[in-house]
């Protein structure tokens, strides 16, 4: 025993035990002169344990404990008979050289208040049994269903006993459940699932454990509460806006919160999107947020955005957003140049080929072009573009950590000639100058190429006749042919041109009608008919006249019949236009109607003027008065021959008069007397 004490014994938490072993030797020789057993004023220790952490470890650890409202309490552990050290703590570290680990010693503590010593309860024991691991540390639960599995540092390799306490943590109050449960042990973790819990809910747990394998185990201390907030069961439900800003697509995205119990210790979300792990044309970690919006800048190529929230017990399934791109309607073909981009590329842009076969705007195929890659890759990829096939051409940019597409255009990696001609060539109407054509356009998989369409028509006729052609846009699918030539067959041909050459034809002959031959026939018609009216017209006009206005009677003048006109006369009547105007001397005897019928008959064969012609024409009184009849009074003819009107208007009124005016008969008779 005396042995011992010529050894550094302990290892001191708070002074260093080995230079102080002298000090210690001088107080053990002291104490024992004093006497053992003794209790002056103070409670007695607990009976100190000692133990290793695990089966590995080489130092031993020795705790007590005691019930004292002192503070100045020192405490000096034995085993046996051996003082192993002096402390203020209640534990103490001791390496494993300087005690019997094998055999069964008695442990114990004497504590020191002032004068006063208070020895322990001895503890017998083998050490090298004696194996109390650390309390559970960096607990990590996860739902499965309605299972919790719980991970924690492993203390040793070989597999734990665990005692798990928990309860639901909505209901605080809630007694603890209790279970015990043998762990297994992976990837320096332990491992228990717990089944039959609900999983929308969430749970408060502190585990122990202690080990399987060793003699005499502990349990280790208690773990801190954890709690496990329930399971997120669904993925985010995820809404996306979208707005484009030059060559950018900025999404925003929100979703709805998780359920409370899910988020009790707090929830993140996390984001990912195909062109950033891809690094096209920017690189950019995860994305994390823990509030219910979040804003992604793509380029205008198509993405997947990820979101998943994340709590402590796990991470729901993820709700993928599929962001198409944005191809946008107008298009122009690629510059040369961009050939050669393919080839040699500038090392911070990422190129991108969607390759189209059909209409609709639905890519079928894409190629990737990344910031890096290595030569024989690079090769390959070159090598795997098609001929003859559409591409849509992007070229994407990282600027200021946000990705912008700097180019958009229509690319074909090699140019053919149309494969096919357009379809259903028709002539939907002809005219006598213009044809009206309609087609259907030539499938996009048959353009193999930047597509134009040339419309040519020819007459068909023994000259040669130059042929005329219009350049029409890959999209028209109607035309109006116009100044064609009247009655004229026409062989019109329609092909898709490229570059490269023009494809097969599809033709189709057409007549064109003859020249307003319907007009001129219209024309003729309204001409007969006018010409009918008119002329029957003129007849029934003349049956008319000669009802409404009956023939002039000839009045009869024996008297003047015999009387010779004067050359005078004669060259006066010839000179002027006479009316039918009579004058003569009533005779004494009545004449019978039929009588002066004859008289208007002589007159008008003497006046021999045309009726019909005067109808219309209107003469003054004087004039009207020239046609006399000659020899009825000199008196009046030599009046008539100087112009003196006064003399006739005396004559009027001497005679009584039978006017014949305008086809009309008037009896003028004036007073005799
Ligand atoms: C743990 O495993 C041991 C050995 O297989 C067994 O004896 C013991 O009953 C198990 N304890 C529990 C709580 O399952
Ligand atoms: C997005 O996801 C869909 C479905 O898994 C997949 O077909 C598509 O190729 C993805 N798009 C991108 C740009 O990764
Ligand atoms: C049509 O286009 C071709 C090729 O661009 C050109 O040579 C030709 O002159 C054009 N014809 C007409 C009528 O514009
Ligand atoms: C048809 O001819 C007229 C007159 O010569 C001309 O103004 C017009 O542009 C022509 N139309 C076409 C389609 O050539
Ligand atoms: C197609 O038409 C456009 C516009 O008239 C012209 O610029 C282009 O050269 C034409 N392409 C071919 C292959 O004729």
Redesign the pocket.
């Known amino acids: 025993m005396i042995t011992f004490l010529s050894f550094p014994l302990c290892l001191m938490e708070t002074f260093n035990c080995r230079s102080s072993l002298l000090h210690g030797y001088v107080l053990f020789m002291f104490l024992t002169t004093i006497g053992r057993g003794l209790c002056l004023g103070c409670n007695a220790p607990s009976s100190p344990w000692c133990f290793r952490r695990n089966a590995t470890e080489n130092v031993y650890i020795c705790e007590w404990s005691m019930n004292s409202d002192e503070s100045n309490v020192m405490f000096d552990l034995y085993y046996n008979e051996t003082k192993l050290g002096t402390t203020n703590k209640t534990w103490c570290k001791c390496n494993e050289e300087l005690l019997i680990q094998y055999r069964p010693v008695d442990i114990w503590v004497q504590a020191r208040v002032g004068d006063s010593r208070c020895k322990s309860p001895r503890n017998s024991v083998v050490l090298r049994d004696i194996i109390k691991y650390d309390a559970p540390r960096n607990i990590s639960p996860s739902w499965l269903k309605n299972s919790l599995s719980l991970r924690w540092l492993a203390a040793e390799k070989s597999p734990a006993l665990a005692e798990v306490w928990f309860r639901r943590d909505e209901h605080g109050s809630e007694s603890w459940k209790k279970i015990l449960i043998n762990t297994t042990t992976k990837a320096a973790m332990y491992h228990v699932t717990i089944a039959n819990l609900v999983h929308s809910s969430a749970y408060q747990f502190q585990i122990r454990h202690q080990s399987t394998v060793a003699r005499n185990p502990l349990w280790s201390q208690w773990s801190e509460v954890v709690i496990v907030p329930a399971e997120l069961q669904h993925k985010p439900e995820v809404t996306m806006t979208k707005l484009l800003e030059k060559g950018t697509q900025k999404v925003v995205l929100t979703w709805k919160p998780v359920p409370k119990a899910a988020a009790v210790r707090g929830v993140t979300y996390s984001l990912t999107d195909t062109q950033s792990s891809a690094s096209c044309p920017c690189e950019r970690k995860g994305q994390h947020t823990s509030t219910n919006k979040y804003t992604i800048y793509l380029s205008y190529s198509a993405a997947n955005i990820s979101v998943i929230a994340r709590n402590a017990a796990g991470h729901s399934p993820s709700a993928v957003i599929q962001v198409p791109a944005e191809f946008g309607t107008n298009f122009s073909a690629c510059d040369k140049s961009l050939h050669n981009n393919i080839h040699k590329r500038r090392k911070a842009t990422c190129l991108e080929l969607y390759e189209f076969q059909n209409e609709d705007q639905r890519p079928t195929n894409k190629i990737t072009f990344p910031k890096r890659m290595k030569k024989v890759q690079k090769k390959q990829m070159i090598a795997s573009i098609k001929d003859y096939v559409r591409y849509i051409y992007f070229e994407h940019q990282c600027k200021g950590g946000k990705p912008e597409t700097v180019t958009t255009c229509l690319y074909y990696h090699k140019e053919g000639v149309p494969r096919s001609p357009p379809r259903d060539l028709i002539a939907l109407s002809i005219t006598e100058s213009s044809v009206r054509l309609s087609w259907q356009p030539i499938p996009l998989v048959d353009h193999r190429g930047f597509l134009?369409l040339?419309l040519c028509f020819q007459k068909i006729s023994s000259d040669h006749e130059p042929m005329e052609?219009?350049?029409l846009s890959a999209s028209v699918t109607e035309y109006n042919l116009e100044n064609l030539t009247s009655e004229t067959k026409y062989n019109i041909r329609l092909t898709g041109?490229t570059q490269v050459g023009e494809g097969p034809r599809a033709t189709v002959v057409v007549n064109t009608r003859p020249e307003k031959s319907f007009n001129v026939g219209l024309s003729f018609g309204f001409l007969l008919v006018f010409f009918l009216l008119s002329t029957t017209c003129t007849i029934f006009m003349k049956r008319l006249k000669s009802k409404i206005f009956p023939s002039v009677p000839t009045p009869v003048i024996p008297d003047f019949t015999s009387s010779q006109p004067n050359s005078q006369d004669v060259l006066l009547e010839k000179k002027e236009v006479v009316h039918q105007l009579t004058l003569y001397q009533p005779h004494p005897e009545e004449k019978s109607f039929s009588e002066e019928a004859e008289e208007a008959t002589v007159l008008r064969g003497e006046c021999d003027g045309e009726i019909d012609e005067d109808v219309d024409n209107e003469r003054s009184n004087s004039t009207a008065s020239e046609c006399v009849s000659p020899g009825s009074t000199d008196q009046v003819m030599r009046n008539s021959e100087k112009g003196e009107t006064t003399d006739l208007e005396q004559v009027d009124e001497e005679l009584a008069l039978l006017i014949y005016r305008n086809g009309l008969v008037f009896d003028l008779k004036t007073d005799l007397s």
């Open positions: 134009n040339s052609c219009h350049n041109v």
